[in-house]
């Protein structure tokens, strides 16, 4: 059974910089389709980031649209999401998703997934990490 493990969450001041990682075990990432959801306080989940499989098509929420961008490192095996100029308004709970079921049929859509509304296709979830961005 594959796992998420996530780290790199932390508290900074506005304008600064923060790198995620998620690493993949038990299996490797190449084969699923991933995603970078976001929950803050009070609001429902937000998809910011995916890619296809292997890391391919990436694709951004306009909220973090040249700020936030993914990469992977195949040899770790492992996700990585850099987020630059933070913004209060990105304080939140993050996790990383990853979906195999669905290669070839949803994942090959960016727009579906971050979809709010279908957040829960992605059938793999990491534990979360804070990132608290302060004024």
């Known amino acids: 059974q594959a796992q998420l493990v996530e780290s790199g969450g932390g508290s900074v001041q506005v304008g600064g910089s923060l790198r995620l990682s998620c690493t993949i075990s038990?299996?490797?990432?190449?084969?699923?389709?991933m995603g970078w959801v976001r929950q803050a306080p009070g609001k429902e989940r937000e998809g910011v980031a995916s890619?296809?499989?292997?890391?391919?098509?990436?694709f951004y929420a306009d909220s973090v649209k040249g700020r936030f961008t993914i990469s992977e490192d195949n040899h770790k095996n492992t996700i990585y999401l850099e987020m630059n100029s933070l913004k209060p308004d990105d304080t939140a709970m993050y996790y990383c998703?990853?979906?195999?079921?669905?290669?070839?049929?949803?994942?090959?859509?960016?727009?579906?997934?971050?979809?709010?509304?279908?957040?829960?296709?992605?059938?793999?979830w990491g534990q979360g990490t804070q990132v608290i961005v302060s004024s």
């Open positions: 998703a990853a979906s195999a079921r669905g290669v070839g049929r949803w994942c090959s859509a960016p727009r579906f997934r971050l979809d709010p509304l279908r957040l829960d296709e992605y059938e793999l």
């Open positions: 038990g299996d490797h990432y190449i084969r699923y389709c």
């Open positions: 890619t296809n499989t292997g890391g391919s098509g990436e």
